[in-house]
T-cell receptor, first 114, second 114 residues
Framework: DAKTTQPTSMDCAEGRAANLPCNHS???????VYWYRQIHSQGPQYIIH???NNETNEMASLIITEDRKSSTLILPHATLRDTAVYYC????FGRGSTLGRLYFGRGTQLTVWP | NAGVTQTPKFQVLKTGQSMTLQCAQD?????MSWYRQDPGMGLRLIHY???????DQGEVPNGYNVSRSTTEDFPLRLLSAAPSQTSVYFC?????????????FGPGTRLTVT
């Protein structure tokens, strides 16, 4: 699975958009980009994933560059409850022993301030 | 529908003691995993299972055993606890939907080994 690089920390004003970048320059064609977040010391929570098209759900938007070497997670209107560590993970798909493995880095600590 | 449950929530062990961390899911998912998270770090995969009777090692398997006799349960056994195993342990599960899946995490077990 490709490795990812994220900034250690970011902050954002409440109500503004939070844009969290992730570099994954070694991503291969069959690998998806996943985002999870971890609030305090709770279990990580799935946010969104994508392959090459931009994706949007009720929580966030995911923008993937055309060469797929980087992506940005966008929280359109950050709230104090979005303060968390955000993990960008790249992994392949398909049956077999690699399915189920998620490799977490240290992620980005996002702090939303009032 | 409880999702993923873990017991106990907290545990203190003395060096050399053994114990089993319990994980159960009621989502009928094939795939289950155990992660550990040390302070300030991301999650690291210990063991995982792709179905009943099938397990495999992750990044940091030493000192831990697992078995998967049923779809619902995936216990993690510490054979002889060491202070280096002080950590928060998360169990996760997901289904088999090809490339599109998300992992569901339990609330974690906080283990201290003295």
């Amino acid at each position: 699975d490709a490795k990812t690089t994220q900034p250690t920390s970011m902050d954002c004003a409440e109500g503004r958009a939070a844009n969290l970048p992730c570099n994954h320059s070694t991503i291969s064609g069959n690998e998806y980009v996943y985002w999870y977040r971890q609030i305090h010391s709770q279990g990580p929570q799935y946010i969104i994933h994508g392959l090459k098209n931009n994706e949007t759900n009720e929580m966030a938007s995911l923008i993937i560059t055309e060469d797929r070497k980087s992506s940005t997670l966008i929280l359109p209107h950050a709230t104090l409850r979005d303060t968390a560590v955000y993990y960008c993970i790249v992994r392949g798909f398909g049956r077999g022993s690699t399915l189920g493995r998620l490799y977490f880095g240290r992620g980005t600590q996002l702090t939303v301030w009032p | 529908n409880a999702g993923v449950t873990q017991t106990p929530k907290f545990q203190v062990l003395k060096t050399g003691q053994s114990m089993t961390l319990q994980c159960a899911q009621d989502m009928n998912h094939e795939y289950m995993s155990w992660y550990r998270q040390d302070p300030g770090m991301g999650l690291r995969l210990i063991h995982y299972s792709v179905g009943a009777g099938i397990t495999d090692q992750g990044e940091v398997p030493n000192g831990y055993n697992v078995s998967r006799s049923t779809t619902e349960d995936f216990p993690l056994r510490l054979l002889s606890a060491a202070p280096s195993q002080t950590s928060v342990y998360f169990c996760a599960t997901h289904g088999d939907r090809g490339a599109d899946y998300e992992q569901y995490f339990g609330p974690g077990t906080r283990l201290t080994v003295t």
